[in-house]
């Protein structure tokens, strides 16, 4: 039995050690939800998209309040020998019901003060309510092996569940100062705090008589936090604007809270109450240019770079090399968005995203993965009075599944099973966006 337990502690280690990378949100501001490229913009939203572009507000003191919902599914077509049905469906939730964000500008003379909070990563909550592939092969195969073969899956049932969370918290502060009429420049910092938890069980028992043939638990809360140095340009020439932002690579290490653990001085050791696990936040570069075609139209086309190959990450699963290392390359963003004036008091709005990871098999994991995708969004925005602002947005991300095969290895093989097996990955998102931007 505890050859048994050995087997199920080892892949909750594989669940749950993936905390890092990938986790960034740019989605703070609904203009960004209903425009989608927003790092040359010149109003109370650059604060974070384009804080040295804030030296050319107007004199007077800017407020911003955005709410957001987000709804997603994160799907496995998992494929397995050992599976009497073949192929199995493995559906996980995640949503953030309420994701708020704040902006503020204090513009006086050549100088303006801004700041931001808002979520700045995290994945949201996720639950597997029906487990995880890795989870049900890897006991299968390891129940079917210990018994030499006489404990096949058609003659016990396996129970077993995963969820999560991960959420970011960010607080920045900076000033931006305009040099000339043309160009500013911005230095500031965010405060960045990490919370998340994994919960996972796995039980088995046998049809004849409900014997238990294994019972795994843990319930573990990580913590952390870390700065990012920020800085920014901005140079502004006739109907052109061009905005710059650079973040810094965040050190972060992320601390072990540890309620439940099956095997704290052995298998599961990695998750024992104090230990850290690096989950650094990647250096980002934003460059933007916006065009005022006339006093009604406006558009911006923008680009990001995340250098997620130098951020330190928690080991790939069974290794001691840490999951940035199994990147490809880093992640590349490309953005563009228009908005049209209808009148005074209306404004429309859309724009298109294209996310693109260097992923690859060793990155991916059934808890921790990413798809390339595109994104679109649209919506307006309302002038309800002279000084205060409505945005609404939706926006609706399109996945592109990642197929994951692994061949069969007496080394290793699909979850450690030495068997081959195939998990196919699939998402959905969709984003609603509410907010209010005012100048005193």
Partial sequence: MKKMTLIGTLLLIATCSNAGGLLTNTNQHVAFLRMLSRGATLQVDGAYYNPAGTAFLENGLYFSLNG????????????????????RHYKGTASVPIMPSAFMAYKKGDWTLSGFAGMIGGG???SFDTGLPMFDSKVMAGIYSLSNGLIKPDVYTISSSMAGKQFIYGAQLGVAYRINSNLSAYLGGRMNYFSGN??????????SNDA?????????DQTGWGITPIFGLDYKIGRWNIGAKYEMRTLLNIENTTEKNSDPEGALSDFKDGVNTPNDIPAMLSIATSYRFTDRLRASVEYHFYDDKH???ANIPGTNIGKQHALTHGTNEYLAGAEFDLNKTVTVSAGIQRTDYGLSNNYESDTSF????????FGGAIKLLPKLTMNIAYFWTN?????KAVEASSTGGYNGTTLAGTNVYSRTN???????DYKF
């Fill in 399 to 403: 996945y592109s599944d990642y197929t």
């Fill in 198 to 207: 994994y919960t996972g069980y796995v039980t088995t028992r046998l049809k």
């Fill in 311 to 313: 951020a330190g990450m």
């Fill in 212 to 220: 238990s043939l294994l019972d795994i638990e843990l319930d573990c």
């Fill in 68 to 87: 957001q919902s987000a709804y997603q599914t994160r799907n496995i077509d998992a494929t397995f020998s050992m599976f009497p049905e073949g192929t």
């Fill in 124 to 126: 949201g909550k996720a």
């Fill in 430 to 436: 969709k984003v609603f966006g509410l907010g209010f």
């Fill in 370 to 377: 990413s798809c390339d995708s595109y994104s679109i969004g």
